[in-house]
């Protein structure tokens, strides 16, 4: 892993962010897997009687601090599809099951994140984890991505799009990184909601059209 220069002067420095982020996600992982316990139990159901292979898809990701992690997901493709780190997977690929197709759309495939939540490697809201080879590349202003845990939904999540450029994706993270607290945080949450049922496109924005944009973020910043 690269050296890279100190930037922890550019994480939120809130009582947020200093620990009740990491309390908050405890309590409410836990809460939350015992809710969703019966749809984990069809997900699985359903993904291991319509499609031959493994139940769980895991592939490295590059957690907190640019520490490899492997967050499980269920399945949602053919088991013998071959797996290209450059490969843009749209919810109309061949590859993806039937089944996997409205795990997919409704984000029920991640749900088995939030026993990394519970376990300390990620966090409720945060930068999602990208692959090792996007990460090597990033540079210092992009690497402060990697200063909080990643999430399972984030500023980025809710405001832009997986079709959308990386690059504006990178700006709502750093701005994330840099500011969130308890209210950024809940906000993000309850975004999350009506992103997911209606689809993430309907309030992808580009970043400086957004209100952090206003806030001017430079790579000397």
């Not at 291991?48 to 592939?59: C, D, I, N, V, Y």
């Not at 090792?132 to 690497?143: C, F, G, H, L, V």
């Not at 700006?171 to 500011?179: E, G, I, K, R």
Request: proline letters at 8%; one cysteine or more; a positive charge.
């Amino acid at each position: 892993m690269t050296e890279r220069p100190d930037q922890s002067r550019f994480v939120s420095r809130s009582a947020w962010a200093r620990g009740g982020k990491r309390a908050f996600d405890v309590v409410v992982s836990a809460g939350v897997i015992l809710l969703v316990s019966p749809v984990l139990v069809l997900a699985a159901l359903a993904v291991k009687l319509t499609s031959p292979g493994p139940l769980l898809f895991r592939q490295e990701r590059t957690g907190w601090n640019g520490v490899p992690f492997y967050p499980p997901k269920f399945r949602t493709m053919r088991a013998d599809h071959k797996h290209d780190i450059k490969e843009i997977v749209p919810l109309g690929h061949s590859a993806i099951t039937p089944v996997g197709r409205w795990l997919r759309r409704l984000k029920v495939d991640e749900l088995p994140q939030l026993f990394c939540v519970l376990g300390g490697q990620m966090s409720l809201v945060g930068p999602r984890p990208t692959i090792p080879e996007q990460t090597r590349a990033y540079s210092d202003y992009a690497w402060r991505r990697l200063l909080v845990r990643p999430g399972i939904s984030g500023l980025a999540q809710v405001n832009s799009a997986a079709t959308r450029s990386w690059e504006e994706r990178i700006h709502y993270d750093v701005y994330y990184v840099a500011h969130h607290d308890l209210f950024m945080d809940l906000a993000i949450l309850v975004k999350t909601v009506p992103v997911v049922l209606l689809g993430e496109e309907r309030f992808a924005r580009p970043f400086a059209e957004s209100p952090y944009g206003k806030c001017r973020m430079t790579n000397d910043e």
